[in-house]
């Protein structure tokens, strides 16, 4: 059994530019949520998709935006990024909206 | 609105020693509650999870937590810490699909 991917492992950006993150569930999951990890802090959820829909969103601006392709694996956008966005962006994937949600290893984002 | 609050910010125990980590939560309802454990610049790892039934569940790596609602505490134990326990511990409830995580404890063991 697969476990959850992500790529890039790391990345460094600068102000204003957009990024692309993605991310594979896990085998048989079909939920994926993303999280934002600040340094020194929890992670902070960002949305959920479920079978290629947005399925619930965290308090994030909507320069953060999202996809679910048919495979399940998914992708996290950011536009028009900001000094803040520098953290450790975290997928998660699950077999239901409410089940055990199995982590991958992160992406680091940078933003100078 | 749900919250989680972990006390300790960094607890520092003796290899062999055991440890306590403690989780609070703020949930109305019967609260699916998690650990998860997170080594430096790597994801979170899942340790042990309650959602119904018996309130002592056991965990991987020799981890147990116990859930009291009239305390609304979901502490984390194990009897005796190996140097490799050494991370970053993280409560979290689940709250309409996603999780709600407390702030961490950060565990270093000292030989």
């Known amino acids: 059994e697969t476990g959850v991917t992500q790529s890039p492992t790391h990345l460094i950006k600068t102000r204003g530019q957009q990024v692309t993150l993605r991310c594979s569930s896990q085998?048989?999951?079909?939920?994926v949520s993303w999280y934002q990890q600040a340094l020194g802090q929890g992670p902070q959820f960002i949305f959920q998709?479920?079978?290629?829909?947005?399925?619930g969103r965290g308090n994030f601006p909507p320069r953060f935006s999202g996809l679910q392709f048919p495979n399940y694996s998914s992708e996290l956008n950011v536009n028009a990024l900001e000094l803040d966005d520098s953290a450790l962006y975290l997928c998660?994937?699950?077999?239901?909206?409410?089940?055990?949600?199995?982590f991958g290893p992160g992406t680091r984002l940078l933003v100078l | 609105a749900q919250s989680v609050t972990q006390p300790d910010i960094h607890i520092t125990v003796s290899e062999g020693a055991s440890l306590e980590l403690r989780c609070n939560y703020s949930?109305?309802?019967?609260?699916?509650l998690f650990w998860y454990v997170q080594s430096p610049g790597q994801g979170l790892q899942l340790l042990l999870k309650?959602?119904?039934?018996?309130?002592l569940v056991q965990g991987i790596k020799g981890f147990e937590a116990e859930f009291k609602r009239s305390q609304s505490s979901f502490n984390l134990r194990k009897p005796s810490v190996h140097w490799s326990d050494a991370a970053e511990y993280f409560c979290?409830?689940?709250?309409?699909?996603?999780?709600?995580f407390g702030q961490g404890t950060e565990l270093s063991v000292k030989p």
């Open positions: 085998s048989g999951h079909n939920t």
């Open positions: 998660a994937s699950s077999s239901a909206r409410g089940e055990t949600q199995y």
């Open positions: 949930y109305g309802a019967t609260p699916y």
């Open positions: 309650y959602f119904s039934g018996d309130t």
């Open positions: 998709y479920y079978r290629e829909e947005e399925n």
């Open positions: 979290a409830v689940h709250q309409g699909g996603k999780l709600i």
